[in-house]
């Protein structure tokens, strides 16, 4: 099967030795491949450990946790895409060049998968292997939400100082654009204030014909123009304080900008500062989001691949009874090949499901009235093997999922 375009889709499968010829495991991966068109998908082995098996009760309750881990586990890797997209400015090539898993490409690890025996001790309890994913993906989930909160809140304030370099004059620093001299002091006057207006440039004349007259105590010709760029002209003007507050308002309901004064000595290099002082902690930020985004990416995609691991060995555990005999074999398909791929897979093995699946004239599985596929396989209902996910069940452990 050539690369498919868009998502690669996969398919893990469990299927008992007993499909094969005198339960022979190479018997029964042949007929899982088989099963399974080339033109629709590749099959290759996935390795599965055989686990610590406690009471059936544990390992129907140990389904449902794994449930929620699975989901939980491709919650986190899809935020960790998602941040590195971000940061990455959605280059996608660049995406794609920090998207590996344990240094791999994401395919390349999934068909080479072997269980981490040294990390997940595979004599211990399913239940202490799932409490530990749990709460490796739960550290991860906080690492990445820290620095990429720290990292955000950095480069917006860095953004913000920028802007007041370069922005227009509604929004950027005026320090260098005014002197002592175009503002009145308390030296000068106790009731005259100055204020500096931002006015739109298709609004000037308005201004300039109306400001005199927008509230009492406008000293007549006291507004000078300052400074002007391609979206706006810096006024100064001049009223008494008592009506300060009233002047200001009705300025803003005309879309007048008022800007702050900045009478601080040294204010313009001080803001200077601030944007270099930004500029380097953004780069550093970047730099330690990116590693850990990266780093991240592959922890939690690694998890995730554990989890689904050890959810087929459960279910297998519950379809199939013990001795956990059984072979598990990795699908690789794509968006427009995937139904097709499961159509070949249910038609070979529709009879897994025992009374659970019964097929029309045509040999194609028959659904109940309600939507779903009723019956009860191994004395165990169908809803509760399907694994708590509420989806279409299969007479086979069938899992789905994408690594994006």
């Known amino acids: 099967m050539s690369t498919p375009r868009g998502p690669i889709k996969y398919f893990l499968v469990s299927l008992p030795l007993s499909v094969g010829h005198d339960n022979d495991r190479e018997e029964a991966f042949g007929t899982l491949s088989s099963a399974v068109s080339t033109d629709h998908g590749t099959v290759v082995p996935f390795s599965i450990p055989t686990f610590k098996i406690g009471t059936l009760d544990a390992l129907v309750q140990q389904a449902d946790e794994l449930n929620k881990l699975c989901a939980d586990c491709e919650a986190v890797v899809g935020k960790v895409g998602d941040s ?12 794609g060049q920090q998207k590996n898993v344990n240094d791999k490409p994401v395919d390349q690890y999934l068909q080479s998968f072997a269980w981490n025996k040294v990390k997940y001790r595979i004599d211990k309890p399913i239940a202490e292997l799932i409490d530990s994913l749990k709460k490796e993906l739960a550290g991860l989930d906080t690492d990445v939400r820290q620095k990429f909160q720290q990292y955000n809140t950095v480069k917006n304030n860095f ?10 004059l509604s929004t950027r620093s005026l320090t260098t654009l005014i002197s002592s001299s175009d503002i009145l002091s308390s030296d000068q006057s106790d009731y005259l204030e100055t204020h500096l207006l931002a006015v739109p440039k298709q609004s000037t004349k308005e201004y300039l014909k109306t400001y005199e007259s927008l509230t009492p105590m406008v000293v007549p010709r006291s507004s000078v123009q300052l400074a002007a760029d391609s979206e706006f002209t810096l006024f100064s003007v001049v009223t008494f304080q008592k009506h300060s507050s009233e002047f200001l308002h009705k300025c803003r309901e005309r879309r007048w900008i008022p800007r702050d004064i900045n009478r601080e000595p040294g204010a313009d290099e001080s803001e200077r500062k601030e944007v270099e002082n930004l500029s380097a902690e953004e780069r550093r930020l970047w730099g330690e989001a990116l590693r850990l985004g990266r780093a991240s990416y592959s922890e939690a995609a690694m998890t995730w691949v554990h989890a689904l691991a050890l959810r087929v060995f459960v279910e297998t555990i519950l379809r199939y009874g013990l001795p956990a005999e059984f072979v598990c074999g990795l699908i690789r398909t794509g968006p427009k090949t995937a139904k097709k791929a499961k159509g070949s897979l249910d038609a070979r093995f529709v009879h897994l499901g025992g009374n659970a699946i019964t097929r029309d004239r045509k040999g194609r599985v028959m659904k109940d009235e309600g939507g779903g596929q009723s019956g009860m396989v191994g004395g165990m209902e169908v809803a509760e093997l399907a694994g708590g996910g509420g989806g279409d069940y299969s007479p086979y452990v069938f899992y789905e999922f994408e690594i994006v």
């Not at 590195?84 to 995406?95: C, H, M, R, T, V």
């Not at 953004?159 to 227009?168: L, S």
Request: proline share 0%.
């Open 84 to 95: 590195l997209a971000g940061l990455l400015e959605n280059d996608a090539e660049k995406i």
């Open 159 to 168: 953004v913000a100082a920028q802007r007041k370099q370069t922005g227009n």
